[in-house]
């Protein structure tokens, strides 16, 4: 009888440990499954100037066409079931507000700034999807967190070292330096523009792959 309870209480400890173990494992395998990309939405984006709306990280981004967001917003939702609040504005910063006004805007007009980046053929470069990274941060006790996806385009590592080069030229300080290219996707609330620049930890941040199909 003793031995009995003794099994009984073995198996459900067991239950109690494994079980929840397993489902989170779950949950983890299917954040971490790839995500499904058109080949069509990584090319054909479109140069913006962003620079009449103050509330923009930046003063000049790229437009993807009009379904990627959205269907990469759909996809996220289905795996993370969480309340989440898609940009307002689909664009991807290039330019940041802060270095046009700090180390460019003295020496490159913004419509000369647009004009290199078509030179470049910004419009017709390809934006290969690197990862679905997500960055949290604790917020009045509770956590912050946007999802985002990091692109590579050499074409704009190209675009920024000619800016540089050009503001140069005429006594300018600009610095192209690093910028990682990230298109926003969800967020636990609408500040979308106090993540950015994000630079991106591809080891901790970066959770799953996108595939194209």
């Not at 009449?52 to 759909?74: C, K």
């Not at 079931?81 to 940009?87: L, Q």
């Not at 934006?127 to 999802?147: E, L, N, T």
């Amino acid at each position: 009888m003793r031995q009995n309870i003794l099994v009984k209480l073995g198996v459900v400890l067991i239950a109690v440990v494994l079980l929840p173990w397993m489902f989170i494992r779950s949950i983890r395998d299917t954040i971490a499954e790839p995500y499904q990309v058109n080949s069509s939405t990584l090319s054909g984006w479109s140069l913006v100037l962003t620079d009449s709306d103050a509330s923009s990280v930046s003063v000049l981004g790229l437009r993807p066409p009009q379904l990627l967001v959205p269907d990469l917003f759909d996809q996220l939702f289905n795996r993370t079931m969480e309340s989440m609040i898609s940009p307002g504005e689909d664009t991807l910063p290039i330019v940041l507000r802060h270095e046009f006004e700090t180390g460019l805007q003295e020496f490159l007009s913004l419509d000369e700034i647009f004009q290199v980046a078509q030179d470049a053929g910004l419009e017709k470069a390809r934006f290969d999807p690197i990862c679905m990274g997500v960055k949290r941060k604790p917020f009045a006790g509770r956590s912050r967190q946007i999802y985002f996806v990091l692109f590579e385009a050499p074409q704009v590592e190209s675009f920024r070292s000619q800016i540089e080069r050009l503001s140069k030229a005429r006594g300018g300080m600009f610095h192209a330096g690093v910028l990682d290219l990230v298109l926003p996707i969800s967020g636990s609330d609408a500040g979308f523009a106090s993540w950015l620049p994000i630079t991106v930890d591809r080891v901790t941040e970066c959770q799953a792959p996108l595939s194209e199909g």
